[in-house]
């Protein structure tokens, strides 16, 4: 593992978050130094531990000589445990969720419309 790794993998990590937890407008992206501190009460706190060693490595990332001061070995371990942790929720399981929000809007939409045409029927006489 190099110095230039440290970059798209906590990139990667950022984007899990955001997929999972939301805190970033559709299309914007976000470094992980920012979505720690937007939506890192969201992980356990082991896991918090672990963003945090992986923002400090992708802060110290952008100075070469701070940079050789990265365990290497650690940061790879936070970055599969939080991986683990973030990828379940795949693009299927968010898919999935929007169909069921978009039905529910459906549903509920159609329930108010036939309340509203039995409220006028019941205001006609009709019923």
Not at 16 to 24: D, E, H, K, Q, Y
Not at 47 to 56: D, G, S
Not at 91 to 119: D, P, T
């Amino acid at each position: 593992m190099s110095i230039e790794n440290i970059r798209p993998m906590a990139d990667e990590v950022a984007n899990l978050m955001a997929a999972r937890f939301g805190g970033v407008k559709r299309g914007h992206q976000t470094d992980l130094e920012s979505m720690f501190r937007k939506r890192g009460g969201a992980l356990p706190r082991k896991l918090r531990r672990e963003a945090r060693i992986m923002a400090e490595a992708d802060r110290m990332a952008g100075q070469p000589k701070l940079a050789r001061q990265v365990d290497f070995e650690r940061f790879e371990q936070a970055h599969k445990q939080l991986t683990a942790y973030l990828r379940p929720l795949g693009k299927g399981a968010r898919l999935q969720g929007g169909a069921i929000g978009i039905a529910a809007s459906v549903l509920f939409g159609l329930l108010m419309l036939g309340a509203v045409a039995v409220w006028i029927m019941i205001a006609r006489g009709l019923i």
